[in-house]
């Protein structure tokens, strides 16, 4: 069988999509994020399923209309550079080029779900292994798993479910396309390569064993990544570091967005207990030469923004996340800022709780001292970056079950 490369697969999954019935199809959905790791996940597990059911139709699926692409300069690198045939990170300045991934990639506002008969497709969830709010309608649909995050206990006649608490998902999608391509005699896509290694870059710090993210699963796909992507080189290692550090710096590229665009690039919500809970995650910092608030004037103008986010996603309880490495700038390392805004359907009695309860966990959380905060919010320092978004959400729910 002739090799089908990654690109021709993503224009024919397009074409394929304009030009059948739209039955018999799988849409391969990464989360609502959109960002590297569930973007690649869903290209690339797609690819290689379609490479294994060359009968079948696979559908890789952003979870995120095509217009919000723009806010995710990191992928926008990342897509640019695996296109390229060179294996050296360059520059690639934004927009600089046609992004021929991007422009044949499907995004969730390209699909109208509701008019789709749910006997004509299925669903494979990459990077989440629980339908975003507002598609629990899909859920019937989900036929495959496959995720990095803590099991929520759904879908469990889901074939395949995999689920494994590793540094990025596309660590578990270079396993199932390193078993694939030691069972097939086809030859390694080296757009696929770059795409998996710039998410478990990114997801790992470099495969930093510091922060507690990274597994041998993350280390093991780097190994075969790296070596098919880079080759034999010498410089392997170095371009490795120059690949991730260009992949870091377009992701904290966020100064130039609004606020409303930093609070939803990096955005995900979930209903427990029947209150929406909502988090915005966003490499950059609040305080200090070149932050948030010296861009935007001071607390209050955040506040309001906050607010403003908030009140339009009717969220109960919104959490804004900022991770940041200073490198030692005014004696500050790796550190995290956290604003917690509660809404009026969360009563005082219970902020409280849900703070206190926050206190006690080993996130090691400092006060921020502000001088004017509205009811019922909070700000907090947390130094290290050990606790994530993806540790610290079921902590949080695990809290918000027992107090509603």
Not at 6 to 25: G, M
Not at 49 to 55: I, T, V
Not at 282 to 289: H, I, P, Q, T, V
Request: with cysteine; hydrophobic share 35%; proline share 3%.
């Amino acid at each position: 069988m002739a090799h089908m490369s990654l690109q021709s697969f993503l224009n024919s999954a397009k074409q394929r999509l304009k030009s059948t019935s739209r039955s018999n199809l799988t849409f391969v959905l990464g989360n609502e994020s959109a960002d590297l790791d569930s973007l690649c996940s869903a290209i690339g597990y797609s690819y290689i399923r379609q490479l294994q059911q060359p009968n079948s139709t696979f559908i890789p699926l952003a979870g995120i209309p095509r217009d919000d692409f723009k806010l995710r300069l990191d992928c926008d690198y990342a897509f640019r550079y695996s296109v390229l045939p060179s294996v050296e990170p360059i520059e690639i300045p934004p927009n600089s080029s046609e992004n021929l991934i991007h422009e044949n990639l499907t995004y969730l506002d390209e699909i109208d779900f509701k008019s789709l008969d749910k006997a004509g497709f299925k669903l494979i969830l990459t990077d989440h292994n629980k339908l975003a709010n507002g598609l629990e309608f899909l859920g019937d649909t989900v036929d495959g798993v496959i995720d990095h995050h803590v099991d929520s206990g759904s879908y469990l006649t889901a074939n395949p479910r995999i689920i494994k608490v590793v540094g990025s998902t596309c660590s578990l999608v270079a396993e199932k396309y390193k078993e694939y391509l030691s069972s097939n005699s086809d030859q390694f896509d080296p757009t696929l390569g770059k795409l998996l290694l710039s998410a478990i870059l990114i997801d790992t710090g470099n495969l930093r064993t510091d922060q507690g993210r990274t597994t041998q699963t993350d280390v093991d796909a780097v190994e075969f990544l790296s070596t098919n992507v880079f080759g034999s080189t010498p410089n392997r290692e170095t371009f490795q570091r120059e690949y991730f550090e260009r992949l870091s710096d377009a992701k904290s590229s966020v100064r130039h967005l609004s606020s409303r665009d930093l609070l939803r690039k990096d955005y995900k919500e979930w209903i427990i207990s029947r209150k929406l809970l909502g988090m915005s995650s966003l490499n950059w910092f609040f305080r200090g030469d070149g932050g948030w608030l010296q861009r935007d004037g001071d607390w209050k103008v955040l506040f309001e923004r906050f607010e403003e986010w908030r009140s339009e996603r009717r969220i109960d309880l919104l959490v804004v996340m900022t991770s940041f490495d200073h490198k030692g700038v005014n004696g500050r390392g790796a550190e995290r800022e956290w604003v917690f805004m509660f809404g009026d359907g969360v009563n005082v009695a219970d902020r409280d709780v849900i703070v206190e309860e926050l206190l006690k966990t080993p996130m090691n959380l400092e006060d921020i001292e502000v001088v004017t905060k509205p009811s019922g919010v909070y700000c907090f320092r947390q130094v290290g970056v050990e606790y994530t978004r993806k540790k610290l959400q079921p902590l949080i729910e695990e809290i918000m079950k027992r107090v509603f």
